[in-house]
DNA sequence: AAGTGGTCTAGACCACGTG
DNA sequence: ACGTGGTCTAGACCACTTG
């Protein structure tokens, strides 16, 4: 069984983009040319192309184009980073322009919430809103809960990450501009105190294209 | 811009196979026949079962159909689990039947593996290949390199893990058995010393239906 | 007006598993 | 012999962006 023609195409594309022949931000030629220099269908195309997207090696604008990733090489990095605020975060990773807005405001505790953060259900809590753009992309959103007298994390001394790829909720979705059943990297993570009590939650969606890959350090024991 | 339909078919069956009402290993329906139970065509069936399989929610087998993952909501845990060897990981995580068969041999350093362990080029190493099946099916299977003088990785206090979406190299495609152009989880291990030196590296790669999500805990300061 | 990606259709061949 | 998923083709419409 030979290798499929979609898999060949992708893989040439990788290998360029990954060697940098093909610099970020650059845009593709149109399915219909790709397809045309490789002797294919444009069908084979996009399910080449699709295998780049769920890399994130690729990003598609629907009605103008596809593009290589701005950042084929960027690496999210815990726990050092995700404990400063998302500005620093961001800044650290890139030297280019940063925008991040924030939304707060005060709920009552969904039964869950209240149940994670060891509160009774209907309690008032604050919620906050936090999304971020580089040069204008969306680039991270995310939904934090917390105690209303919770003011930050420094409290904390454990933090458990849980990474998923999953279908974003509409608004992360509409934020991020995914496409319609484009998954996104997803983390949940909670903020523990020294007594094993979780002090905060949040849920942050990145676009499949923003990381590489993601980093853990760990200490034993 | 309504739901397109595939997004809708996957959609429901992501939440009947969540809820349960689908069971783990269940054979679905062909793709002509929820096609035909959806008056879509079958290429709407196959861009809903893809997003599905992306997901790690189905595993399809060529030539037999598509299948509920066997362990929709089984998570992966970092570091405790990964301080284990492969067997006691896998039992703790299952009370099926397991096994795990290991390849050993001293091979020279490459220029990277010399790098990253310290050591100089073409000086030897052992190289264990290490690979793991739940039931038969294939759960894992991970390339390690340490010195020939470290015998296990009690020694490490530090571990750090890379965690992202590849092709797997042809020997780990070959044992997982995927199908060529699927993505496969991947961790990159490395176990470091209190004087921050690599002890151990390992690259492990896992069926993208084996874990519903990663979970990684981390101490602060 | 032309080109783009996103969605969808109808139809085909292949190699292999199952009954 | 039949059904399966995997691959591939040719063609179509849509809504929007770009020139």
Redesign the interface.
Known sequence: ?P??A??RI??EY?LRIRGGELPPGMQLPSYAEIAQKNGVSDIVVR?ALE?LL???LVRSVRRRGIFVADRPNL?RV??ERQ?ETAERTFRNESDRDIQVERETEQIPATSELAEALGLSEGELITHVITRATEDGRPISISDTYHPVDVVDVSG????????????PTAPHAEWLRTT??E?AKTVHQQFLSADDRIIMISDVSYPRDRY??????????
Chains 1, 2 share one sequence.
């Open positions: 069984m290798e499929p979609y898999v992708a893989g990788a399910k295998l769920s890399q994130g690496v815990s726990p404990m904390a001394t454990f933090l458990e990450e849980t990474v998923s790829d999953q279908l319609p059943g998954l590489d890959a993601f980093v853990f350090r760990m200490a034993l024991k």
